[in-house]
Each structure stands twice: as structure tokens, then as C-alpha cells.
């Protein structure tokens, strides 16, 4: 799975690079993702709703500082979801980090329109 976002100057860029699967010994689907300005997270999802997944992970920050990660997806329609990340440090609180709309779009049709 991979995350482009175009940014409000207009910037296309991939924001996320991540990979998930079923594993049948833990019985749960598991998530390894990276982006690219070094953050690292491994972990595992979990459907909350229909609607809803909640994905958890061990991580590392661009420092290098070992965090946990919480990322809340909601899906608002065929096709637009909202997902919500929350990051702990070590001996501290959840914090929200931010908060992003999602459009799923074609592949095909995205590098359509960047032409």
C-alpha cells in the first residue's frame, strides 16, 4: 500500500510505504510501514467496525527514538477515509499528531492527471 499526497503548495509526494499480512500464527494482520523521512512502524491491525480499523504499532522516529504508533481509519465512503495518528513516547501520554482526509483513487488515473 502506498500513501502520495498532494499538498496544499501543490507538491505531489509519497507520504507512506507499507505492507500488510494475515499471519496464522498469531491469528491477527500484521503491518510493517516506512516513510520518507525515517519513521518505521511494525505492529498489527485490528477492524474495530465495518468502518473502522485501528492499527498499532511498535516504531522508530526520524531521531531514531523508539515511539508506539496509533493510526484510527475510518472509511466515510467507497472511497474517502479519515485516519487519525496518534504517537507515545516512552513514560509519556498519546498525543495526536494529525488528522488526514484520504481519497482512494485509480492508480492509473492519478498519473492521468499529473501529466
Same mark, same amino acid.
Given at each position: 500500500m #502506498?500513501?502520495?499526497?498532494?499538498?496544499?503548495?501543490?507538491?505531489?509526494?509519497?507520504?507512506?510505504e507499507g505492507? +500488510?499480512?494475515? $499471519?496464522?500464527?498469531?491469528?491477527? #494482520?500484521?503491518y510493517s510501514g516506512f516513510s520518507g523521512d525515517g519513521r518505521v512502524a511494525k505492529g498489527h491491525l485490528? +477492524?474495530?467496525? $465495518?468502518t473502522v480499523v485501528n492499527t498499532l504499532c511498535s516504531g522508530i522516529d526520524p531521531n531514531g527514538n523508539p515511539v508506539q504508533i496509533r493510526d484510527i481509519?475510518?472509511?466515510? $465512503?467507497?472511497?474517502?477515509y479519515l485516519s487519525e495518528t496518534y504517537l507515545k513516547r516512552e513514560g509519556k501520554d498519546w498525543i495526536k499528531i494529525n488528522a488526514?482526509?484520504?481519497?482512494?483513487?485509480?492508480?492509473?488515473?492519478f498519473n492521468e492527471q499529473l501529466k
Open positions: #502506498t500513501i502520495t499526497g498532494v499538498y496544499e503548495n501543490g507538491e505531489v509526494r509519497k507520504y507512506w505492507f +500488510k499480512h494475515w $499471519d496464522p500464527r498469531e491469528k491477527k #494482520t500484521l485490528k +477492524k474495530i467496525s $465495518d481509519a475510518t472509511k466515510q $465512503d467507497a472511497s474517502h488526514d482526509n484520504w481519497v482512494k483513487v485509480e492508480k492509473q488515473l
